[in-house]
Nanobody
Framework: QVQLVESGGGLVQAGGSLRLSCAASGSFASIKTMNWYRQPPGSQRDLVASITTDGTTKYADSVKGRFTISRDNAKNTVHLQMNSLKPEDTAVYYC??????????????WGQGTQVTVSS
């Protein structure tokens, strides 16, 4: 079984910064894509940023130039540096990982979510 544990959420004023982290633990062969999603109150969960094993990144248009996703393959962690935060960034942020099990089958896992609140 694989667990994803997020940390780093909180309350910040508009214009401020936060850094989210997500650590994967358990027994597995490797991790492919690692993503961050967010879900504002009453809205659907949307992709914020993704990063592949070789470091290729993609971002939602709404966060380009403000957020940076990175990962440490040796530590099975992914980070999301969020700068110039806006009130509309307020949401629960979820970590997602596409994990290759020891059986070589691929499974998808989600973290429990961490709240980010940006005050105006």
């Amino acid at each position: 079984q694989v667990q994803l544990v997020e940390s780093g959420g909180g309350l910040v004023q508009a214009g401020g910064s936060l850094r989210l982290s997500c650590a994967a633990s358990g027994s597995f062969a490797s991790i492919k894509t690692m993503n961050w999603y967010r879900q504002p109150p009453g809205s659907q969960r949307d992709l914020v940023a993704s990063i592949t094993t070789d470091g290729t990144t993609k971002y939602a248009d709404s966060v380009k130039g403000r957020f940076t996703i990175s990962r440490d393959n040796a530590k099975n962690t992914v980070h999301l540096q969020m700068n110039s935060l806006k009130p509309e960034d307020t949401a629960v942020y979820y970590c997602y990982a596409n994990v290759v099990a020891l059986s070589m089958y691929t499974f998808q896992y989600w973290g429990q979510g961490t709240q980010v609140t940006v005050s105006s």
